[in-house]
């Protein structure tokens, strides 16, 4: 019996939900007058590709302040999101892992010009980190 109660305070210790990253930064924009204020490139990559082609061209055309670029990302998820406020409309949004670190892109193909918008957003590192759950009470 102590082997089965310790067995299943291992594994409510070990579980773990992960943070929804996109809908964080959803609500954060949703709350925000700026958020869409800046440039981005211009990407003439056909209206049907994937968000990964998309992603990819952005990174090839793009890069940080010291120079550097995005080399790799995989798309751990992809989902389309309603942003609300001052100009509401839909995205597609795209959790990413790069070698640059945790990153969120909002895309978005606008008929005129013919152009995806893109617009990439850091991921702090702990926001993606696993959310614990609460000690398993312990038995006396």
């Known amino acids: 019996m102590k082997s089965l109660i310790s067995l299943i305070a291992f594994m409510a210790a070990s579980s773990f939900v992960v943070a929804d990253q996109i809908g964080t930064l959803v609500d954060r924009l949703s709350k925000s007058h700026t958020w869409s204020n800046g440039g981005y490139p211009k990407l003439d990559t056909p209206k049907d590709v994937s968000a990964k082609d998309v992603i990819a061209a952005y990174c090839k055309m793009s890069s940080f302040q010291d120079g550097s670029r995005i080399r790799e990302f995989t798309v751990l998820e992809e989902r389309t999101v309603k942003i609300s406020g001052p100009l509401p409309d ?51």
Request: aromatic fraction near 12%; hydrophobic fraction near 30%; charge should be positive.
């Open 90 to 140: 839909s995205y597609i949004a795209a959790r990413c892992k790069t070698d640059h670190g945790p990153m969120i892109f909002l895309l978005q193909y606008k008929e005129k010009p013919g152009q995806w918008w893109v617009k990439r957003y850091d991921t702090p590192a702990e926001q993606g980190a696993a959310v614990q759950p609460p000690p398993a009470p312990t038995q006396k």
